[in-house]
């Protein structure tokens, strides 16, 4: 049994990224400002538009919740691409589900995709592509919670900095249970890009991703694996959860001694005793993933208008 274990908060986490954006906003004297699109009675997505608004409001960002009917969504999305005072749009999912929500995350612009939902962001994060223009000036734009749990796994010191960039997980095995569009399986991706074994599990079974090979490492190779959750979990180092759902619980007893534990859920995934087995628990994200949303805010702001970045990492 684990001896000991420490849980981070997403509030210690965020606190250095939320003091530079708002350093940065009070310095350069400007006032950002963000749309939220609401259409759904989600209450996980009122809590989240709940706690965009007062992060917002504490590190000088403007924040507007335009509350609108499903069907009237893709028309009000259109309408805010044309506001030049509008810098980035984000849009509460779930709305209609599946393919309908595929849709309307490539409505919006992609100078405005806060949320890096968009299918050219998608794209770029699955083929590791990590810049928009060719002198690397303009980083891509990554979705919110899958970035979120990197900056919580650089923090816990999970990624190793004595590695190159793109090498930074190696010898790392993480399993990720949950791999929806928006959050589980762009994050696989990610983790697999920076050199992770990577166990994605959901309903219809466990994929491996792992980084590609050859001339080009874009392409992270993803396949099916006959495997169960039994299976694959003690043999991870860090095990991520993100079930929708009060009913699901992942068994203490499949976690081996010192695994980080991280829950993305708005529910708790992780039996109440997980403590015993893990060095690490981060039992929320919520706080970093609107750090990161602000910080994707800022940067879209600067390419709205053409205030390139100095390339950094």
Same mark, same amino acid.
């Given at each position: 049994?684990?001896?000991?274990?420490?849980?981070?908060?997403?509030?210690? =986490?965020?606190?250095?990224?939320?003091?530079?954006?708002?350093?940065?906003?009070?310095?350069? *004297?400007?006032?950002?400002?963000?749309?939220?699109?609401?259409?759904?009675?989600?209450?996980?997505?009122?809590?989240?538009?709940?706690?965009?608004?007062?992060?917002?409001?504490?590190?000088?960002?403007?924040?507007? %919740?335009?509350?609108?009917?499903?069907?009237?969504?893709?028309?009000?999305?259109?309408?805010?691409?044309?506001?030049?005072? =509008?810098?980035?749009?984000?849009?509460?999912?779930?709305?209609?589900?599946?393919? *309908?929500?595929?849709?309307?995350?490539?409505?919006?612009?992609?100078?405005?995709?806060?949320?890096?939902?968009?299918?050219?962001?998608?794209?770029? =994060?699955?083929?590791?592509?990590?810049?928009?223009?060719?002198?690397?000036?303009?980083?891509?734009?990554?979705?919110?919670?899958?970035?979120?749990?990197?900056?919580?796994?650089?923090?816990?010191?999970?990624?190793?900095?004595? %590695?190159?960039?793109?090498?930074?997980?190696?010898?790392?095995?993480?399993?990720?249970?949950?791999?929806?569009?928006?959050?589980?399986?762009?994050?696989?991706?990610?983790?697999?890009?920076?050199?992770?074994?990577?166990?994605?599990?959901?309903?219809?079974?466990?994929?491996?991703?792992?980084?590609?090979?050859?001339?080009? %490492?874009?392409?992270?190779?993803?396949?099916?694996?006959?495997?169960?959750?039994?299976?694959?979990?003690? *043999?991870?180092?860090?095990?991520?959860?993100?079930?929708?759902?009060?009913?699901?619980?992942?068994?203490?007893?499949?976690?081996?001694?010192?695994?980080?534990?991280?829950?993305?859920?708005?529910?708790?995934?992780?039996?109440?005793? =997980?403590?015993?087995?893990?060095?690490?628990?981060?039992?929320?994200?919520?706080?970093?993933?609107?750090?990161?949303?602000?910080?994707?805010?800022?940067?879209?702001?600067?390419?709205?208008?053409?205030?390139?970045?100095?390339?950094?990492?």
């Amino acid at each position: 049994m684990s001896t000991s274990c420490k849980t981070v908060l997403a509030s210690t =986490v965020s606190a250095s990224f939320r003091e530079q954006i708002k350093k940065d906003i009070k310095e350069r *004297q400007i006032r950002p400002k963000l749309v939220g699109f609401l259409a759904n009675e989600d209450p996980a997505a009122k809590k989240y538009a709940e706690w965009t608004s007062k992060t917002c409001a504490e590190t000088g960002v403007e924040f507007e %919740l335009r509350k609108v009917d499903k069907q009237d969504l893709e028309e009000k999305i259109t309408e805010a691409n044309e506001e030049k005072e =509008v810098n980035g749009i984000m849009v509460y999912y779930p709305v209609f589900g599946g393919k *309908q929500d595929l849709y309307l995350q490539s409505c919006v612009s992609e100078l405005k995709d806060v949320e890096g939902l968009c299918h050219k962001f998608v794209y770029n =994060v699955y083929h590791n592509i990590r810049y928009l223009d060719e002198g690397e000036t303009m980083k891509c734009i990554i979705p919110c919670t899958p970035l979120a749990i990197v900056k919580i796994l650089e923090y816990i010191g999970v990624y190793n900095s004595v %590695l190159p960039y793109g090498n930074r997980l190696y010898g790392r095995t993480i399993t990720v249970v949950n791999r929806s569009e928006i959050v589980g399986r762009p994050l696989a991706a990610m983790l697999a890009n920076d050199g992770a074994k990577v166990f994605s599990v959901d309903v219809n079974g466990i994929q491996l991703f792992t980084r590609g090979t050859g001339i080009r %490492l874009q392409a992270h190779k993803v396949e099916d694996i006959d495997a169960k959750l039994e299976d694959v979990v003690p *043999q991870s180092d860090v095990v991520i959860t993100g079930v929708p759902t009060p009913k699901y619980k992942l068994p203490t007893s499949l976690l081996k001694d010192g695994v980080i534990a991280i829950n993305f859920s708005s529910f708790a995934n992780f039996e109440d005793d =997980v403590k015993s087995r893990a060095s690490i628990f981060v039992p929320s994200v919520g706080k970093v993933t609107v750090a990161m949303l602000e910080r994707n805010l800022l940067r879209l702001h600067d390419y709205q208008n053409n205030v390139l970045e100095k390339k950094q990492n």
